[in-house]
């Protein structure tokens, strides 16, 4: 059962929660105003009671399925900096962030993140602003944690926090190239090329 949202009537939770589920399975673009009727069991009045129009709920999704994506990376991120109190063990952990993240399973996530990313393109204002707090968010909380290594001198301090996650983040998910292609690099290739890289902003 969907939980209600604070100051959101049920129905509208009901369509946003169910149009989510269905982009996780089918992608934002990959079903139809009927098969969201269908499977939340709304009539279309109420639909349009509660929304504009399925352009609507659909990007409403986005921004919550994207919401939940940057969630469950800022909870990684947490835990495992909350246990790697030494030096070295943050050292670890940071390499190990982005090891996991790369990884070749993980590219359906990664094609899956910059689709939402780039819908903001044809989405309204709302939209855009939304994506763009969240992507914000993911890229302050990992800056916050290259803080954190530079005071502990695992970073070197030359580092810009802010412009170092935006890079790492644009290695991760730019591993999408690569997936995509006819022959994607493998990981034994990819992930030490990827290290070595990283390797020169740390101490």
């Known amino acids: 059962m969907p939980r209600v949202r604070q100051s959101e009537h049920p129905t509208r939770t009901l369509l946003v929660d169910t149009a989510t589920r269905l982009i996780e399975q089918h992608g934002p673009t990959g079903f139809t105003v009927e098969m969201l009727l269908q499977e939340s ?3 279309k009045g109420s639909l349009y009671h509660h929304f504009h129009d399925f352009t609507d709920v659909l990007e409403e999704s986005v921004v919550r399925t994207y919401l939940n994506s940057v969630e469950e990376d ?3 991120l947490a835990w ?5 109190p030494q030096p070295e063990q943050l050292r670890e952990s940071l390499l190990s962030i982005v090891r996991i993240s790369s990884t070749e399973h993980r590219a359906t ?3 899956r993140r910059v689709h939402l990313l780039s819908m903001s393109n044809h989405g309204t ?5 939304k994506l763009a707090y969240h992507q914000t968010r993911s890229i302050h909380a990992l800056a916050d944690i290259v ?3 530079q005071e502990l001198r695992v970073v070197k301090p030359e580092f810009d926090p802010v412009a170092l996650s935006g890079v790492v983040l644009a290695l991760v998910f730019g591993r999408v190239v690569s997936d ?3 022959s994607p690099i493998p990981d034994e290739l990819w992930t030490p090329t ?5 390797e020169t902003a740390f101490v």
């Open 109 to 111: 996530q990664r094609m």
């Open 125 to 129: 204002d709302g939209m855009k602003a």
């Open 41 to 43: 069991g709304v009539s």
């Open 180 to 182: 995509v292609s006819e």
């Open 147 to 149: 803080r954190m290594a």
């Open 74 to 76: 800022l909870a990684a």
């Open 80 to 84: 495992m900096v909350g246990n790697s």
């Open 194 to 198: 990827i290290l070595r890289f990283l």
